[in-house]
């Protein structure tokens, strides 16, 4: 279907309808929007999972499958000539836009490229998808992707390059894989990209490393860019216009500019609060929910005067952990060596204090959380909890004092047993470590910490799948709680939640540790999370701690290199409002 040409935008979606049709059920996706793209012109699209910003995308390019159909609506895209709807071009129409006019960065790298072949068959059938040109210039191609990406450095010897392209994923970091994706999506040169939140859960500093590369790479081509986010500082960094969407809808539009000085929405006003704020400390976090109540929240600044109380309160408490020299290392396969992934680390946690622990993935920050659990061997140095040194403790000898430290994982969805209900999961360590207990207390101890974690009691008799990110997140929680732990390693509890979630989160995190006085070793790869969260604060580099101090002192006056640099990669959006 086309339409005369006309001086028009790229793309324009109109009236875009998306429904999920199941057991005789029809739920709204997407509900009737409209917006424009300009040639050149990034557009960010916000809002929190469910809201239709993926839905969006993989309808322009008729990616969704069954239960989904698109309902109503056009999308006319106008690379030259004519306007043609994307929504009624046929499978063959599609083949020649997909990839070639339009590409797509998904959100989930890893699952995007097959685990079973290499980075260079995988550029190569992006690059020529025909299969009609010589190897040797179609390598050259994917060299110059790679170069283009910053993957691989011009000077590099050709066989380093070649090499490379033998590499299969598994073998690459995150923001390594994501260079990968956005190379081939450009192999074609399209007019418009859609990035699919590229940048979710990567360290602070890859993620502005990926967006100076989709603005450089913008700029090199004038390209059109749809970045979607769940992040309006990501946005602030790199959209010219921003849409928001609640509910499938659009509930604000307008410039950068307009969007973060002056938001009309409460939704949008939401979002933009309940990010941590880097220039005061907040007793907690305004949360999206607030926002939509009739009356806007009243913002509770800690002052500097009472934190220097907390940390004078602190440093009167009994040592909780310690820790002295601790080295951890890694066997490589095959080979008589090994890698060291904790070098020569010590320090102190104080009971009740949140020590947090910041560094870019694969710096040794999971693997000295879960040694601290001796879950993980130490090579040398020992490791106190309380007066006792664990370093060297059997498992028998360990066992009773797992029910004193517990570990929230990264992912709480493979973190959970699909097979077992949320109430069988929180119950599960009540069985292991107090089986003299009846099956009615256990009972009562489930109810009592699914209802305090946010979670209904009455839904503990349903399955992990049933439950959203931020709610699985709690169940492992509650489940972290159930034995009255002392101690508990949060490795990085919030970094795959959306913003707002993941403010309720931290909130909860605080109000228990009030409540039950526990101590935390908060892990992130986010500054201005950690920030938030704790009391004092931990740089790890390489395996190293490269800096410690007061978490306010470390952030307005680093030390190190390394931390000025995460420090300057926190995206920090527009100035919107005032405590």
């Known amino acids: 279907m086309v339409r005369p040409a006309m001086s028009s935008p790229l793309l324009r979606v109109e009236a875009l309808t998306v429904d999920f049709c199941q057991a005789g059920q029809i739920q709204r996706a997407v509900d009737g929007i409209s917006f424009s793209l300009e040639r050149g012109q990034t557009l ?3 809002g929190e999972s469910g809201s239709g910003k993926s839905v969006t995308c993989l309808a322009l390019l008729q990616l969704l499958l069954p239960p989904a159909r698109i309902s109503r609506g056009q999308a006319w895209f106008q690379p030259e000539g004519e306007a043609i709807d ?12 997909r ?3 339009i590409s797509m960065v998904f959100q989930e790298p890893m699952s995007s490229l097959n685990p079973v072949y290499s980075i260079g068959f995988q550029l190569a059938e992006a690059i020529d998808p025909q299969q009609r040109l010589p190897w040797a210039s179609v390598q050259q191609r994917a060299i110059a992707l790679l170069e283009q990406v910053q993957l691989l450095k011009p000077e590099d010897p050709l066989e380093v390059k070649k090499r490379f392209l033998k590499r299969y994923p598994h073998q690459l970091s995150g923001g390594q894989i994501q260079r990968v994706m956005i190379a081939m999506a450009m192999a074609a040169s399209p007019l418009l990209l859609i990035a699919d939140e590229p940048t979710t859960a990567l360290d602070v500093t890859v993620q502005a490393a990926i967006l100076r590369l989709l603005q450089e790479l913008q700029q090199q081509y004038n390209l059109s860019l749809i970045f979607v986010t769940h992040d309006l500082n990501l946005v602030g960094e790199l959209a010219d216009r921003v849409i928001v969407m609640y509910q499938g809808q659009i509930v604000e539009a307008g410039t950068v500019e307009e969007v973060f000085r002056h938001p009309q929405h409460p939704y949008t006003k939401g979002l933009l609060a309940c990010r941590p704020r880097l220039d005061c400390r907040l007793t907690l976090l305004p949360t999206v929910a607030d926002f939509l109540g009739a009356t806007p929240p009243r913002l509770e600044v800690i002052s500097p005067a009472q934190q220097q109380e907390r940390l004078a309160d602190l440093a009167t408490q009994p040592p909780l952990v310690r820790v002295e020299h ?5 066997p ?4 008589q060596r090994f890698v060291t992934a904790v070098r020569d680390v010590s320090f102190t946690i104080r009971t009740g204090e949140t020590l947090g622990l910041v560094g870019e993935s694969g710096c040794g920050k999971t693997t000295l959380g879960r040694t601290l659990l001796r879950l993980l061997e130490p090579a040398q140095g020992k490791i106190f909890f309380g007066d006792r040194d664990i370093s060297h403790l059997s498992p028998r000898q360990l066992r009773p004092l797992r029910q004193r430290m517990q570990l929230i994982f990264q992912d709480p969805y493979s973190s959970l047993n699909p097979r077992m209900t949320i109430g069988e999961l929180v119950a599960e360590p009540l069985r292991l470590h107090r089986p003299h207990q009846s099956k009615r207390q256990h009972q009562e101890r489930v ?6 974690v946010g979670i209904d009691p009455q839904a503990q008799h ?13 169940i492992c929680i509650a489940r972290a709680l159930a034995l009255n732990p002392e101690f508990i390693v949060c490795d990085e509890a919030v970094s795959a939640l959306d913003v707002s979630v993941q403010a309720q989160v931290l909130n909860l995190l605080k109000e228990l540790q009030r409540e039950f006085q526990l101590t935390y070793l908060f892990i992130s790869h986010d500054l201005s999370v950690v920030k938030f969260m704790s009391d004092r604060l931990m740089v790890m580099y390489n395996g190293e701690i490269v800096e410690m101090g007061e978490a306010e002192a470390v952030y307005q006056q680093p030390q190190h290199d390394y931390t000025r640099r995460l420090i300057a990669a926190i995206p920090r959006g527009l100035s919107f409002w005032a405590a």
Request: aromatic share 10%; hydrophobic share 30%; net charge positive.
């Open 326 to 330: 601790l080295w951890v290392k890694y």
């Open 86 to 97: 994307l929504l009624r071009c046929s499978p063959r129409q599609m083949q020649q836009i």
């Open 99 to 101: 990839g070639r006019q």
């Open 332 to 335: 490589v396969a095959g080979r």
């Open 462 to 474: 349903r399955y992990p799948h049933e439950f959203s990110g931020g709610q699985r997140q709690r």
């Open 44 to 46: 960010g699209i916000v």
């Open 447 to 452: 109810s009592y910490l699914l209802e305090r």
